[in-house]
């Protein structure tokens, strides 16, 4: 905990840092391994991809005495784009995970052994220690998700292309390569708070931070399509995310979403999720003054 000793942390904030010193190193850990395995992995894919250039192989008309580096060129490619979903997977899971974390062994086991007592009684105010509990994990947040988001947004340019194409509207990718990825962290940890402070037993508000987590990220990602006007035929994008329906007159509703809407799209997601986030803090702060005057 040198690193954190040196941000000067006081009070709660230090006690919490000490007490989920290993559970926030672990996380850190995860994330800057799978931040560093996507560039070198794309730079491998990369140097085979010149090295098959260079040796006058083609993927599109194997000649002979290709054939060996082909298939080994889009093997790795292959490899690649499951590292991929790998780290989407990992980075879509997180804010569940954050949600379960603050809502159990950082807010309900103290609620439930009664330990948040002996810091009240040394000069820690309710407001004070609830701050503290939701102050680390979203500064860990804050400092560490968008360089992921930006790795991951980077490898995610480096497929369109690739044999093996990722599209930015997949639901896997697209909550992991914008803004959204944050909102839905600050979200989760709000959710957490309130649902430990309401239930007040660890397993029991981890339940419930998971499941308010994950239901709205699939509620977001149902409305997702609707959050900004769709394109029509008259316009063009190179990776369009296609939303076309069959009328009940067999004519095809064309529509879809270019390319250029994922920053629209991304901003009025986010900004929601940035309100639920700040309602549901507003929330916990309300429940603790109730329970707690």
């Not at 701050?131 to 480096?158: F, Y």
């Not at 709000?190 to 029991?204: C, D, E, K, P, Y």
């Amino acid at each position: 905990m040198s690193a954190l000793s040196t941000l000067a942390l006081r009070g709660p904030l230090w006690v919490d840092a000490r007490l989920h010193r290993l559970t926030l190193w672990t996380g850190v850990a995860l994330l800057a391994l799978a931040a560093a395995a996507l560039p070198a992995a794309r730079w491998y894919v990369d140097g085979l991809g010149a090295d098959l250039t260079a040796s006058g192989c083609k993927v599109e008309k194997i000649v002979p005495g290709c054939g060996i580096p082909v298939r080994h060129y889009l093997s790795v490619s292959l490899h690649f784009n499951r590292l991929f979903f790998l780290t989407s997977w990992l980075l879509t899971a997180l804010p569940v995970l954050l949600g379960a974390f603050v809502a159990g062994p950082v807010v309900g086991r103290e609620l439930e052994s009664g330990t948040y007592r002996l810091q009240w009684t040394q000069s820690v105010t309710p407001g004070r220690w609830l701050a503290g509990k939701l102050l680390l994990p979203a500064a860990g947040a804050l400092l560490v998700l968008p360089a992921s988001v930006l790795v991951q947004g980077w490898a995610l340019s480096t497929t369109l292309h690739s044999w093996y194409p990722v599209e930015w509207y997949q639901n896997t990718v697209y909550p992991t390569v914008g803004p959204v990825a944050v909102a839905y962290a600050l979200f989760a940890i709000a959710a957490g708070a309130l649902a430990g402070l309401l239930l007040r037993r660890t397993v029991a508000g981890m339940a419930a931070a998971v499941g308010a987590t994950a239901c709205t990220i699939i509620a977001l990602a149902l409305l997702r399509p609707h959050l900004w006007p769709t394109a029509d035929s008259a316009a063009s994008s190179a990776h369009p995310w296609d939303l076309s329906t069959a009328t009940a007159s067999g004519v095809t509703d064309v529509r879809y979403h270019p390319e250029a809407h994922f920053w629209p799209l991304q901003l009025v997601e986010g900004g929601i999720v940035l309100i639920l986030a700040a309602a549901a803090t507003g929330a916990a702060f309300a429940v603790l003054r109730r329970r707690h005057a």
